[in-house]
Each structure stands twice: as C-alpha cells, then as structure tokens.
C-alpha cells in the first residue's frame, strides 16, 4: 500500500497538470456557451412558489422585494412578525399576487417543519426554496463562554436552520423540478478573526450543500452565494452577544469591514435572482470579491499576516484601537464605502 501512495505521489501531480492544460479551454468555452443559453431561456418567475427565510432584514427583505417584481407567490418567514407584514405588504404592491407571513425560528427543527408545511398548504406547491437566514458574533475564541453556547446558536440558525428547511423541503422541490438558493458568504474563505464560528457555518453550508446537488441530481438546481460585505444588520454592526441578546456594536463592525466597499441589498437581491432563474451553481456578490479566493488559496501566509496586522490592537489596547478602524475614522472613508443604511445605530425590534 505505501508503494503505490509513493507512486501516486510522483503520477498525480503531473497527471493533474496536464489535464488542467487539456480540459480547462475546453471546459471554459462550454459554461459560457451555457451561460448564454440559460441568460436567454432564464426561468419566467410568474406565479411560482418562493419561500424566504431571514426575510425581515437584509437581502431578505430586498429578495422579496426582487420575486416580488417578477410576479412570484411568496411565503416570508422570521421572527419578527410586524416587519414581514410590512415587507409582505410593499411585496404586494410591487406585483407579488400573493404573500403569506409565517413567523419561525429555524434553528428550531419543528418550525422550519411547519413553515413548509403552511406554504405548501397554502399555495398547494413549491418552486424555490431561499435559505437566507442567518446571524453573527464577534468573539475571540478564548472569549467565548465555557459551555459554547454562544457558538452553538450561530451554528443552529446559520448551518442547521438551512438544512432542517430543505430536508421539508425537497419532496415537494423535486415534485415542481425547483430550486434552492443558499446564502453562504466569502467568509467560508476569507477568515476575519472573532468570526470563526461564523465562518465555519457559511463553509459548511457550502460543504453540505455541494454534497446535496450531487444527492438531487437534475431534480433540484442549487445556487450557492458568497456574498461579500452587502448591507444588512450584519454589517451595521449586529452581533449575538454572550446573554443571547442581539446588540448593535458599530466599532467592532468598523474593525470587521473596514474600508471595504459595503455592497447594496438590492443590487444583490436583483443578481442572487438572475443566478437563481438562470439555474447558477453559485455566484460571488460583487463579483470583484471572487478574486479574494485567489489570495487565500495562492498566498494564505500573506492573508493570514494581514489579518493579524490590521485586526488586532496592540497588548493590553481595546480592539476598538485596531489599524482597520484608525485607517477608517483617518480617511473618512466611511461615508463613501458604508451606504447610508448601516451608519445609523437603529434596528428593527419587532
């Protein structure tokens, strides 16, 4: 057995070379020949069922605002039962024929049973299932309560929240040859520190649902989305805190983001949609992020280095002293780089 890993060791790597050389052209030239076909033959969204988690807030709010426009059915879901009613509302207006609210909490198993089931019941089908919600903590792993729990939640709404819906969910998504939307982030490959658990969830969404598009085959499409910084109560600096409750900390979000470009909502709702109909395995928002998959996977030491060189305070300082957020307040970069609706401190609460 050791000899042939030891042969395997020599073969693969020139073995791999060569068909890299051989089949990438190839390979490129054939998904933007489809690329093509699926932008002219995109998916007509009238009267089709969406379901939408986390759609109180965020690119939530502004994907049903999105299907909306398109004339599709829509079933919003959250926890906070008087924001919906007002989106579910503006959804309507802008040419949704139909929306229902359902309240829930998807890291709870039963919820995410009964949302589909309300929807599927309601509208008697399914077409496109979006797994969006989802939350965040900025906390050193050294920090975090000995008993996990505030990693715990993270990975229950983050990871399990989109795995229990779409286990509801895919009988009825191969009965309408329909789709799922699943919002990853670049965080799965870009690792800010203080956000690792975070981080791990969005990575094995991708993981797991990599797994599920080979399990479903052509029955369900899945589209994968890596969002970069997009406006949301996440990047207005929204964190669990170690007692459960949601605080908003925006000097910890300035040493998070920084002077990185926060994209718009809508603008990503308007392009998750387009991937979506077109049937995308995955999309970056905005596209120029893609490139930061290129640094981690040619130069992790140079990433890692940088990390640590602007996140982090010197000894004994609070990390509200950390370069990120001098180079910030110094340049007054944050009114050019952080759209209007995540300077304010204020957040939804019901």
């Known amino acids: 057995m050791d000899l042939i890993h030891k042969f395997l060791n020599l073969v693969a790597p020139s073995f791999t070379f060569f068909s890299f050389v051989f089949l990438l052209p190839p390979i490129y030239f054939f998904n933007f020949f489809l690329s093509i ?3 002219v033959f995109s998916e007509n969204l009238a009267g089709k069922v969406v379901v939408i988690t986390g759609a109180s807030s965020g690119i939530g709010e502004h994907l049903a605002y999105e299907y909306g426009r398109r004339g599709a059915r829509l079933a919003l879901t959250a926890r906070r039962e008087k924001s919906l009613q007002e989106i579910a509302d503006r959804a ?5 024929p139909d929306v229902i609210v359902i309240r829930a909490d998807v890291s709870k198993v039963d919820d995410c049973r009964r949302l589909v089931e309300e929807t599927v019941n309601h509208f008697g089908r399914l077409d496109h299932l979006v797994n969006n919600a989802g939350i965040n903590t900025v906390c ?6 000995p008993d996990m729990s505030l990693f715990r939640a ?3 709404t983050n990871f399990w929240g989109s795995v229990y819906t779409t286990r509801f969910a895919v009988p009825h998504l191969k009965t309408s040859k329909g789709k799922i939307v699943v919002m990853s982030s670049a965080a799965s490959w870009m690792n800010d520190p203080r956000t690792s658990v975070y981080n791990a969830s969005k990575a094995a969404l991708t993981a797991f649902f990599d797994t599920l598009r080979i399990e479903l085959g052509s029955e369900v499409k899945i589209t994968i989305v890596t969002p970069g910084f ?3 109560e996440i990047t207005q600096g929204k964190f ?3 007692d459960g409750n949601m605080e908003v900390q925006q000097d910890m979000r300035d040493v998070q983001v920084s002077s990185i470009p926060v994209g718009s909502a809508s603008g990503c709702a308007q392009a998750i949609v387009n991937s979506a109909s077109k049937g995308d395995r995955y999309l970056t928002q905005p596209s120029w992020f893609r490139v930061t998959y290129l640094w981690k996977l040619f130069f992790p030491e140079l990433v890692e280095w940088s ?12 990390h509200q002293q950390a370069p990120s957020k001098k180079i910030l307040d110094f340049t007054g970069l944050k009114n050019v780089v952080y759209p209007s609706s995540i300077q304010s401190p204020e957040i939804k609460t019901d």
């Open 307 to 318: 990390y640590r060189l602007s996140h982090f305070s010197r000894p004994g300082a609070p």
């Open 140 to 145: 050193m792993f050294e920090d975090a309560p």
């Open 92 to 96: 309507r207006d802008l040419g949704s």
């Open 230 to 232: 997009i406006e949301s």
């Open 240 to 242: 669990l805190q170690r």
């Open 37 to 39: 076909l699926r932008s």
């Open 154 to 156: 993270i990975m229950d």
